[in-house]
């Protein structure tokens, strides 16, 4: 285990190292000068300025020059400088990603517990109402567009019953706690602020339910696949005709097995949240990773590009691990590194 | 690994409803309760120097201040950190007395070194506002209360331009500290961006709390504000960024003002607790020609813009983008401007415009690129915009190729290699109408001179430059006589042919008081309080 573990993250690197490649090329081929977002628009033409704004920002060295530097600044944990926020975009992850990673965990959670309690109840009751009611939702999920079910949520819960906040992390009325994990919910639960920790609970519920029922229906449909071929299994009537009961012959026997190919569903979901929750922060001005991406790409800002691609660079490498050691954990049949045939 | 799946739903459940029962809205005293402010911060830098974007006027305005500010009318000039100040005839030389009391938030006075400090910085650093300082020539320090400025040429406007937010005065030694540079070399020597993105250095009613990019922005009273204290301790601009969330934030009490409703959204505000006011503002939309832009398919001489002019239907464009909220602006320089009042409005003469076209030889049509940025400002997306004005000139037979491009990529075009017809906005940096020849006329040095092809076909208009360089040297009693006369010659160049001046939604809880628009500053914090 721990050599293949090792091997995993020996190779992490190289297939690293080719994410900011490409990340640094493409970025640099792009149909626009990222000096439009570094020089004042009335100073474009003013080759003085725009001479001594290159220089500032390295941009008048050759490309490969910049990138060799770019590379080797990389390996001390210098991503750069942002153009637009003018400060070290290490920094500006570190602040940003803890937030994206609170909301996608929370997200994860909703659609991984609905998704799969509606695919249980859905491969349980085949082809009945519960079973047709677990399609529609899981439909649903899978085409509303999130920026169209945040703002209906937004009005329902937050604007029409008043329930809930609307945008944001915390009520701006009342500053995050002291910085731990950068994640609010549990910060305030470490500074023992019960108050804020369910403000920020409260604030998470909205954009992690728009996030995670997009989870919802694919894992619903996923588990209830998974199910129905498990259900049909002679061991499962051998473990009904034993006297256990119906539930947990679903959740014991059935659920355990047919849970393995939504670890997988689950992995990429969770790699794909933390990239892909652009709309999600937007709607609900959730400062993290996703709107720090959009507002980057809008201004030109290389630096921030490339780092937001590293990171979710980093991020599917490592959710690819993750998941490969959990079929471990919950399938005993799976074996590491056996190349013999069976 | 066993997976215990009743339990886990549980817990889940019994720690929701726990952080339910948990959630509350904080409770503070009035006064030291935050003030929240819905807006889409775009924010392009916290340095005074560097700064140039509508947040930047709330900021800028807030923790720094200026030798005058613009009084409440908009248009009157009252004293802030200057309390005298002496023009010569020929408009060349102004020396201002500085108010013994002017204190800088770390308890240090206001000097002239500082003045002199901040207009070099602001002059040397070559960024946006860097154009408010071109004309000084130098800067004396006889004594620590005087300034004595020397332009290089007669400048009537220069008075008015000091109450642009971006002359604030800085710190000249924490500033200096902390790498900032004043000298001919600034723009390439100094280092303070990223400190004046967590830090202010100026003598205004707040100073700068904390900044996230993309969450927050927020002010703290300043304790040795040497004014009247603001009333509201705490202030955050919230970022939000589409009217849709600023509306909901304000109904449901999250936000006490929300600035950027448009007139559309305000409609669907049904909460008893909501004031919303309109009100006209400087702001206007503008369409622009540039004939010498590569791509250009016909030669887009005066006359043919005139005549592309008269294809407009500028009262429908009023109704399609702000519902009617909006006026027309005859000229460049926006209505209520010296030299505005009598401009003749536009006029919308489809037949007028057919017989120009035919005249020019161009009864046919043609084709004409209009890449656009796709923004939404005040209120008017720029694109449903083009798409309005591609049907008006169809009239016409002109045929308007759409290109919508991201705002940044609008500005590399625009620069070079031109786009032929496009349209954007502008807001006032003060009150005063040489900002607009300067940016908008035929004259040397300005934005769209260049932008429209200088030197591929010739645009410049001698009577416009000569008139501009009476109205610098003209007394108060005759500017507006020949700003009203520029403005005339900005209307038939044709280049630029605003569309449409969108009133302001001001939108706040019942117990704001303080609301206003200002024209140099956006919203004045220090006014703001709660009933």
């Known amino acids: ?342 | 690994m066993t997976l215990h799946l009743p339990k886990l739903y549980g817990r889940t459940a019994l720690a929701l409803a726990a952080a339910s029962a948990l959630y509350s809205m904080p409770v503070a005293a009035q006064d030291q309760q935050p003030l929240i402010i819905a807006r889409h911060l775009e924010i392009n830098s916290l340095d005074p120097n560097r700064a140039f974007c509508d947040t930047c006027q709330i900021y800028l305005s807030s923790t720094y201040q200026g030798l005058v500010a613009l009084d409440s009318d908009n248009k009157s000039i009252k004293p802030l950190l200057a309390d005298s100040w002496e023009v010569n005839d020929d408009q060349t030389v102004f020396t201002f007395k500085l108010n013994p009391n002017a204190v800088f938030s770390d308890g240090s006075p206001v000097e002239s070194k500082d003045v002199k400090w901040s207009y070099e910085r602001l002059k040397n650093i070559k960024a946006d506002p860097s154009f408010m300082m071109s004309l000084v020539k130098s800067i004396e320090t006889p004594d620590p209360k005087t300034v004595v400025i020397t332009m290089e040429s007669p400048n009537s406007e220069f008075i008015g331009v000091l109450t642009a937010p971006y002359t604030g005065i800085i710190n000249s030694d924490v500033a200096s500290a902390a790498g900032a540079v004043s000298g001919p070399d600034a723009a390439t020597s100094d280092t303070a961006e990223a400190w004046f993105q967590t830090h202010s250095a100026g003598s205004g009613p707040y100073v700068l709390k904390s900044y996230a990019p993309d969450d927050e922005l927020r002010f703290v009273r300043n304790e040795k504000f040497w004014g009247a204290a603001p009333a509201i301790n705490e202030v955050v601009i919230d970022e939000t960024a589409d009217a849709i969330s600023q509306a909901q934030m304000l109904q449901s009490g999250a936000a006490d003002i929300a600035m950027q409703i448009d007139p559309d959204t305000s409609k669907t505000i049904s909460s008893p607790d909501v004031t919303i006011k309109t009100v006209p503002s400087y702001n206007f939309i503008y369409v622009m020609f540039s004939p010498g832009a590569e791509g250009n398919k016909a030669e887009l001489t005066k006359e043919v813009r005139q005549a592309l002019a008269y294809a407009i239907d500028y009262d429908g464009i009023i109704q399609f983008t702000v519902g009617g909220e909006g006026k027309p602006q005859a000229s460049p320089i926006p209505n209520g401007f010296p030299g505005t009042t009598d401009l003749p409005m536009p006029v919308y003469d489809l037949e007028k415009a057919k017989s120009m076209l035919a005249e020019a030889g161009l009864a046919d049509g043609f084709e004409v690129n209009a890449t656009v940025a796709q923004l939404n400002v005040y209120g008017v997306d720029l694109v449903l915009l083009m798409q309005k004005l591609q049907q008006d000139l169809a009239k016409v037979n002109i045929k308007l190729n759409i290109q919508p491009v991201a705002s940044a990529v609008w500005r590399e075009q625009v620069t070079k290699p031109g786009v032929p017809f496009s349209a954007r906005f502008y807001a006032p940096d003060y009150y005063g109408s040489a900002q607009y020849v300067q940016f908008f006329g035929m004259v040397p040095d300005s934005y769209w001179l260049t932008r429209a092809g200088q030197g591929k076909v010739d645009l410049l208009n001698q009577k416009e430059t000569d008139l501009l360089s009476k109205a610098m040297a003209a007394s108060d009693a005759d500017r507006d006589g020949v700003y009203h006369e520029i403005a005339l010659q900005m209307i038939e160049d044709r280049i630029i042919v605003p569309v449409v001046s969108p009133n302001l939604v001001l939108a706040y809880r019942n117990n704001i008081e303080g609301v206003r628009y200002s024209a140099c500053c956006n919203l004045p914090l220090s006014e703001l309080s709660r009933k």
């Not at chain 1, 001005?285 to 780092?307: K, N």
């Not at chain 1, 991020?315 to 590491?336: E, G, M, Q, W």
């Open chain 1, 1 to 342: 285990m721990a050599t293949y573990i090792a091997r995993r993250l020996i190779a992490m690197p190289l297939l690293l190292l080719g994410v900011i490649t490409l990340a640094f090329l493409l970025s640099h081929f792009t149909n626009a000068d990222p000096l439009t977002s570094i020089v004042g628009e009335r100073q474009m033409h003013n080759e003085t300025v725009v001479a001594a704004a290159k220089a500032r920002w390295g941009l008048d060295q050759p490309l490969p020059k910049q990138y060799v530097i770019y590379v080797k600044n990389l390996l001390s944990g210098d991503f750069g400088t942002s153009f637009r926020t003018k400060q070290p975009v290490a920094q500006d992850l570190l602040k940003r990603l803890p937030a994206t990673l609170e909301l996608v965990i929370a997200a994860m959670l909703v659609g991984s517990i609905t998704g799969i309690t509606l695919g249980v109840v859905a491969a349980n009751f085949r082809d009945r109402a519960a079973d047709h009611f677990a399609r529609l939702f899981a439909l649903l999920g899978a085409s509303i567009p999130v920026f169209w079910s945040g703002l209906i949520l937004l009005y329902i819960f937050s604007v029409s019953l008043g329930w809930l906040p609307g945008p944001g992390r915390l009520d701006p009325r009342s500053e995050a706690p002291p910085f731990i994990t950068g994640m609010n919910t549990i910060d305030a639960l470490i500074a023992g602020d019960f108050a804020k920790f369910g403000d920020a609970l409260a604030h998470l519920a909205l954009p992690a339910l728009a996030l995670g029922w997009t989870v919802t229906g694919i894992v619903s449909r996923m588990v209830r696949g998974s199910m129905l071929d498990v259900l049909g299994q002679e061991y499962i009537l051998a473990a009904r005709a034993k006297g256990a009961g119906r539930l947990r012959v679903l959740l014991n026997h059935a659920l355990r097995n047919a849970i393995l190919p939504t670890l997988t569903i689950l992995g990429f979901s969770f790699a794909y949240l933390i990239t892909g929750a652009i709309l999600t922060e937007t709607i609900f001005s959730w400062p993290g990773i996703g709107s720090y991406a959009v507002e980057a790409a809008r201004g030109l800002d290389q630096p921030a590009i490339i780092g937001v691609t590293i990171v979710g660079g980093a991020a599917f490498l490592l959710t690819n691990l993750v998941t490969d050691l959990a079929y471990l954990a919950v399938d005993p049949r799976v074996k590491l590194g056996s190349r013999k045939a069976a």
